[in-house]
């Protein structure tokens, strides 16, 4: 199974600012995904990042506020701009594994943002 | 849309005994997966169980074991001989079953072990 890492685990920032989260995969995938967690509720999806093609949103995420870049098979960062403590939420990246059948999406440990 | 309903934010069980949580789902599909994933306070998300909908037998893996009823669009995890290390919150999911499409989650269930 892919293991994940992301960068940085925990960030506290000023509004107006922007961060860049880092996902690392230890095998190379074509599906990533980024997700947000917000405080006490269930994950949405921000979009899809394939290697080699611009980055598909989900309604209600925009381009400007969450630019991606997925650069090679095994790496991706998420950009959260212009920053408000609205946006104070938990990042996660998933990658989808598998050739064909059963392709299970694995998580990484998430980065907790907190937005004063 | 495809949408996942849990209907119980929170839920308490006592070490050892047996707790079901619910989840409902609408979708027109035919051919998707349901899970069940589990997050502690580390917020990693693990994997806790899938059911693949052409499949009638429910999906069992150790103490845990699902009710997956198709027609009633109903997908409910059952945790036997709970320990302090189940609780968490648990998340129902839908996923069609072509490659790369995501995942929908419900609003997650609070689950609190009494020792």
């Known amino acids: 199974s892919a293991v994940i890492s992301q960068k940085p685990s925990r960030d506290i920032c000023q509004r107006g600012t922007s961060l860049t989260i880092q996902c690392q995969v230890d095998?190379?995938?074509?599906?990533m995904f980024w997700y947000r967690q917000q405080p006490g509720q269930s994950l949405t999806l921000i979009a899809t990042?394939?290697?080699?093609?611009?980055?598909?949103?989900e309604s209600g995420f925009v381009i400007d506020k969450f630019p991606i870049s997925r650069p090679n098979l095994t790496f991706s960062t998420l950009t959260v701009s212009n920053m408000s403590p609205e946006d104070s939420s938990i990042y996660l990246c998933?990658?989808?594994?598998?050739?064909?059948?059963?392709?299970?999406?694995?998580f990484g440990p998430g980065t907790r943002l907190t937005v004063l | 849309a495809q949408t996942v309903t849990q209907s119980q934010p929170e839920m308490s069980v006592q070490e050892a005994e047996t707790v079901t949580l619910s989840c409902t789902y609408d979708?027109?599909?035919?051919?998707?997966?349901l899970f069940w994933y589990k997050q502690p306070p580390s917020r990693q998300m693990i994997l806790v169980i899938r059911?693949?909908?052409?499949?009638?037998q429910n999906a069992t893996e150790n103490r845990f074991s699902v009710n997956f009823q198709k027609a009633a669009k109903s997908f409910s995890l059952k945790i036997s001989d709970s320990q302090l290390g189940d609780a968490a919150m648990y998340f129902c999911?839908?996923?069609?079953?072509?490659?790369?499409?995501?995942?929908?989650f419900g609003a997650g269930t609070i689950l609190r072990v009494k020792s």
């Open positions: 998933s990658v989808e594994e598998g050739t064909s059948g059963y392709n299970e999406q694995f």
């Open positions: 095998s190379q995938v074509t599906m």
């Open positions: 990042a394939n290697q080699g093609s611009e980055a598909t949103y």
């Open positions: 979708t027109s599909e035919s051919d998707y997966y």
């Open positions: 059911q693949e909908a052409y499949k009638q």
């Open positions: 999911a839908y996923r069609r079953r072509e490659y790369g499409n995501k995942l929908v």
